[in-house]
C-alpha cells in the first residue's frame, strides 16, 4: 500500500497514514500564504483567476512548500532521516523524484536515492543508478545519468553529472544531441556533441562545451576548445555559426558573425565576410529600443576591392523617436532614414551581404511630424541617391529639400441644417532640387499648394450617392526660366465629382449551395476644366495604373504637377457570392468603364492625349469556393481593336500545411509576357498518400522531401529571369537544404550563387542562410522548425 505524508510530519516508522490523512496535507498546501486560510479550518477558501498554470512558485513561497513521500515501506528514526524502499517517491512542486531506494536526511535535507533513480524537475529529466541531492539547494551528483532537457529536446548521458544549484548543473564525459533515444539499446543519433565536460546553466539558457567536437553521420565536421550554444531562443553574446555562400561574382563568401548582447535594450553584431574574387568586408549592425525611441545603424567597408581596385561602403540610419509631454500638441515625432553608398556598382557587386544596400534608388528622409486631433504638420527633408546603369540608365528623382505641409483629415461639421458634411484640407510648401548631371531637363523650383476638399453622402440600405467638390491651387517659381521664358506660375482648378451607387441581395443556390448573391451597379462622375500644364515640369507626378480602383477617381495621376481635364463617366457593375454564415467572399466579379465626354488633353511628357471616347474594359475576378483553391485575374480589353492589352491571371493551391502552388501569368501587349511559379511541397506525396502535419511548426516528421522554390520566366524573350529552387530534408534533428538562386541584373547579366546548410535543431546552423531567401521569394513558404509555443513543465507532468 503506497504511503503519502508531509516529510516533518513523519513520526509514523511502519505503520502508514490513512489517505485521507495526505489529502488534507495536499488541500493545507494548496491555500494561499497569508491568506483568510490561516485563520482558521471554517474560514472560506479564497478564489483567484489566473489564464495560465504558474510555472515557479514565487521566491518566498518556495520554503513552505510541502513535500511529500510514497512507497511500499517506510521507516527511520523520528528527527534524523526517513528510509522509503520499494516504488519509492519524493514530490515537492516542480520535483519529483523516484527510485527504488530512497532516503531523506532531515538535518541537511539531503536525499540519497538508489537504484532505477529518475528526478524530474520543471521538465527536465536525468535518469540513473544513484543520486545524492540536497532539496533546499539542488546541490547534488548523479553518477551515470541519461537526460532530457525540456526547453530545446536536448538528450544526452554523462559518466557524472554535478548539480551546483537549481539553475547551473555541469556533466562529465557528455554526448549530447537534440536527437530522441530510442527506447532499449544503444544510442548512436545523427548528430551528436562529445564533451568533456558541459555546463548546463538554466538561468542564462546556455550550454558552454569543454573540449567539444560536432560529428555528424560519425563525421566530425566542427571542433573547439571551448563553444557555447542556447538552450532557448533567448539572446547571448557570442560567435554565431559561420555562413559560406559560392557566388559567380565574388566567389567562395565566409561569414563569421561574433553578436553582442550590450543590454537588453542594445545589441550588436559584427559581419567580417571573406570574399575569394574581393578581399575582406567589414560589416556591422547596432541596434536600440527604448520606450520614447528606436533605431538601427548598419554599415560596411572594403579596402580595396581586387574586381574595381577601389574601396568600397555601404551605410544606413534609421530611427524614430517619440516625444512626449509636448504643449498643445498630441503626438510629436522624428524620423530618419539616411542610406548611402560608395559608387553606382555597389547594387551590382553585394547584391546579398547582410549590410549592404542594394536598390538603384536609395532614399535619405529626415522628418519632423506633429499632430493634434485631425490635424497633422510635417516638416522634412527627402533626398535620393541614384545608382546609374550605362546599359539601363534611369532619371534621377527631385529631391524635396524641405518640404513643409498641413493637413486636416476627416473633418465634419452641420450645414443649412444638414450634417455627415466632410472636407479635408492640405497645404504644401517643397523646394524641388536635382542634379542636372543625372536629370537634364530638370528644373529647380519652389511649389506652394492648397487643395481643399468637401463632400457630403446621402445613403440608405440599398443606395448612395455622394456630390464631392475639389479646389485645387498651386504656384510656382522657378530658378531659370522655362522654354517658354516663364519663371513662375500658377493655376487653380475646380473638380466636381459624382458617386452615386445601388445594392441589390437575394439567396441562390449554386452547384447546390446556398448562398448570399449581390448586385451593385456604380457611376462616378468626373468634370475638370483645362488648363494648359504641358510646359510645366513634373516634380512628383506618375500615371496610376490603370484597374478597377483607379477607373474610380477623378485624375488619372498621382502628384500635383498636372491635373487632367476629364468630364468622364465610370459605370461599373460588380456582383458577388457570399456565405451566409460566415460572410465569407466565394466569388467576386466586377467590371468598369470610363466614358469620356470630350477628348482629355492635358498628359504627361511623351503621352498621347486620350481621345478615344471609350476607355479600355477592365475585367476582374475572384474565386474562394473552397479554402484549399483560390483564383483571380484581371484583364484590360481594348474594345476598338478586339483585343486584350493586358491579362493577369493567378491560381494558388494550398491543401494543407508545407503545400502550397501557386502560379501567375502575366501579358501585356508589346512589352512583356512571363510566368511566374512558386512552390513548397513534400516530394514523399508525388509517391504515396499524403502525410499530416506533426504539428504546427514540426514539418511532417522525420524522413521527408521537400521541393520550394520559385521561378519568373520570360516567355517573350525565352529566358528565366529570376529563380530560387531548392530541396529540403527533415531528418527529425536537423534539415539539410540545397537552394540554387539566380537573379537577372540586366538583359546579359545575373547574380547566382549556390546555398547549402545544415541545421542541427534546437543547437545551431551550418552553411549558408537560405531561409531568409525562400521566405522572401516562395509565396506562403513555412518553415519547417519554429518555437511557436514554448514548452511548458506541465508537458511532462508526472
Same mark, same amino acid.
Given at each position: ?54 510555472e515557479q512558485l514565487p521566491t518566498s513561497a518556495r520554503g513552505a512548500a510541502p513535500t511529500f513521500v510514497s512507497g511500499d515501506r517506510i521507516g527511520g528514526q523520528t528527527g534524523v532521516n ?64 541519461r537526460f532530457e532537457l525540456l526547453r530545446n529536446g536536448g538528450v544526452g548521458d554523462a559518466s557524472r553529472v554535478d548539480f551546483v544549484n537549481e539553475n547551473l548543473a555541469v556533466a562529465h ?201 485631425n490635424w497633422s504638420f510635417s516638416a522634412g527633408a527627402y533626398t535620393w541617391q541614384t545608382l546609374q546603369d550605362v546599359d539601363a540608365p534611369i532619371v534621377a528623382p527631385y529631391d524635396r ?124 462622375? =468626373?468634370? #475638370? @476644366?483645362?488648363?494648359?500644364? %504641358?510646359?510645366?515640369?513634373?516634380? !512628383? +507626378?506618375? $500615371?496610376?495604373?490603370?484597374? &478597377?480602383?483607379? =477607373?474610380? #477617381? @477623378?485624375?488619372?495621376?498621382? %502628384?500635383?504637377?498636372?491635373?487632367? !481635364? +476629364?468630364? $468622364?463617366?465610370?459605370?461599373? &457593375? ?225
Open positions: 500500500m503506497p504511503v503519502f505524508s508531509r516529510l516533518p510530519d513523519l513520526l509514523h516508522a511502519l505503520a502508514p497514514p490513512p489517505r485521507w490523512s495526505a489529502l488534507a496535507c495536499l488541500c493545507a498546501a494548496a491555500w494561499p500564504l497569508g491568506s483568510a486560510a490561516a485563520e482558521g479550518p471554517d474560514a472560506p477558501l479564497p478564489l483567484r483567476l489566473s489564464d495560465r498554470l504558474s526517513t528510509v522509503v524502499e520499494g516504488h519509492a517517491e519524493l514530490r515537492r512542486h516542480d520535483t519529483v523524484l523516484r527510485a527504488d531506494r530512497l532516503e531523506h536526511i532531515l538535518a541537511t535535507d539531503t536525499a540519497v536515492a538508489e537504484g532505477q533513480v529518475r528526478i524530474n524537475r520543471m521538465g527536465n529529466v536525468f535518469e540513473g543508478p544513484s543520486l545524492q541531492l540536497k532539496l533546499n539547494t539542488f546541490e547534488g551528483q548523479f553518477q551515470q545519468p564525459d557528455v554526448r549530447y544531441s537534440t536527437c530522441q533515444r530510442p527506447p532499449g539499446g544503444d544510442w548512436m543519433p545523427d548528430w551528436l556533441v562529445t564533451a568533456s565536460r558541459i555546463e548546463f546553466d538554466n538561468a542564462e539558457e546556455t550550454g558552454t562545451a569543454t573540449n567539444g567536437v560536432l560529428r555528424f553521420k560519425g563525421v566530425p565536421i566542427l571542433a573547439s576548445p571551448w563553444v557555447s550554444f542556447p538552450l532557448s531562443e533567448r539572446r547571448k553574446s557570442g560567435v554565431l555559426p559561420p555562413t559560406i555562400n559560392l557566388d559567380n561574382q565574388s566567389g567562395l563568401e565566409v561569414t563569421l558573425p561574433y553578436y553582442l548582447n550590450l543590454a537588453p535594450d542594445r545589441d550588436a553584431t559584427l559581419y567580417p565576410t571573406v570574399m575569394s574574387k574581393r578581399g575582406l568586408d567589414l560589416g556591422g549592425e547596432f541596434r536600440y529600443l527604448d520606450r520614447d525611441y528606436a533605431g538601427t545603424l548598419r554599415g560596411s567597408f572594403m579596402a580595396s576591392d581586387k574586381l574595381r581596385n577601389e574601396d568600397r561602403w555601404a551605410r544606413t540610419v534609421q530611427h524614430t523617436h517619440r516625444f512626449e509631454s509636448v504643449p498643445v500638441l498630441d503626438r510629436v515625432g522624428l524620423r530618419l532614414n539616411l542610406n548611402r553608398v560608395s559608387d553606382d556598382n555597389y547594387w551590382r557587386d553585394f547584391p546579398r551581404t547582410s549590410t549592404s544596400l542594394t536598390e538603384r534608388l536609395l532614399p535619405s528622409d529626415a522628418v519632423f511630424t506633429a499632430h493634434r486631433g529639400v524641405p518640404s513643409i505641409s498641413l493637413r486636416h483629415q476627416l473633418g465634419r461639421f452641420s450645414l443649412g441644417g444638414l450634417d455627415q458634411w466632410r472636407w479635408s484640407l492640405l497645404a504644401d510648401t517643397t523646394q524641388f532640387r536635382v542634379d542636372r548631371a543625372a536629370n537634364a531637363n530638370g528644373v529647380n523650383g519652389t511649389r506652394s499648394l492648397l487643395v481643399a476638399q468637401l463632400s457630403r453622402p446621402w445613403q440608405a440600405p440599398g443606395w448612395y450617392v455622394t456630390p464631392g467638390v475639389q479646389l485645387h491651387a498651386r504656384r510656382y517659381q522657378f530658378e531659370s526660366p522655362l522654354d517658354n521664358g516663364q519663371r513662375s506660375a500658377s493655376y487653380t482648378l475646380p473638380t466636381f465629382t459624382l458617386d452615386s451607387g445601388l445594392f441589390f441581395d437575394r439567396d441562390a443556390t449554386v452547384f447546390g449551395r446556398a448562398v448570399q448573391q449581390t448586385l451593385e451597379p456604380r457611376a462616378y462622375f =468626373v468634370q #475638370t @476644366p483645362y488648363r494648359d500644364q %504641358g510646359f510645366l515640369p513634373v516634380y !512628383d +507626378t506618375a $500615371a496610376f495604373d490603370f484597374n &478597377l480602383a483607379t =477607373v474610380f #477617381t @477623378p485624375n488619372p495621376y498621382g %502628384g500635383h504637377d498636372r491635373i487632367a !481635364d +476629364t468630364r $468622364a463617366l465610370t459605370l461599373g &457593375l460588380t456582383t458577388r457570392l457570399v456565405e451566409p454564415d460566415t460572410g465569407a467572399e466565394l466569388l467576386s466579379l466586377g467590371v468598369a468603364q470610363r466614358i469620356r465626354l470630350r477628348d482629355q488633353l492635358v498628359t504627361l511628357p511623351d503621352e498621347t492625349p486620350a481621345n478615344e471616347r471609350l476607355s479600355d474594359l477592365l475585367v476582374g475576378a475572384s474565386v474562394n469556393w473552397v479554402p484549399q483553391w483560390s483564383f483571380n485575374g484581371t484583364v484590360q480589353f481594348n474594345p476598338k481593336d478586339g483585343e486584350s492589352v493586358r491579362t493577369t491571371l493567378g491560381a494558388r493551391y494550398n491543401p494543407g500545411r508545407y503545400r502550397t502552388v501557386s502560379a501567375a501569368y502575366r501579358v501585356q501587349k508589346g512589352v512583356s509576357e512571363q510566368l511566374d511559379l512558386g512552390w513548397q511541397w513534400p516530394l514523399n506525396d508525388l509517391f504515396g498518400p499524403g502525410t499530416p502535419a506533426a504539428g504546427s511548426g514540426q514539418g511532417l516528421g522525420p524522413g521527408h522531401w521537400y521541393s520550394v522554390g520559385r521561378l519568373n520566366y520570360s516567355l517573350q524573350d525565352r529566358r528565366v529571369v529570376d529563380l530560387v529552387a531548392g530541396l529540403e530534408y527533415d531528418g527529425g534533428c536537423w534539415i539539410g537544404r540545397v537552394v540554387l538562386e539566380r537573379l537577372q541584373q540586366s538583359r546579359s547579366t545575373a547574380n547566382q550563387r549556390i546555398l547549402f546548410q545544415l541545421e542541427f535543431t534546437g543547437f545551431s546552423r551550418i552553411g549558408s542562410n537560405p531561409l531568409q531567401t525562400l521566405r522572401n521569394n516562395v509565396p506562403r513558404y513555412q518553415y519547417l522548425r519554429e518555437d511557436i509555443n514554448p514548452p511548458s513543465r506541465f508537458e511532462r507532468y508526472e
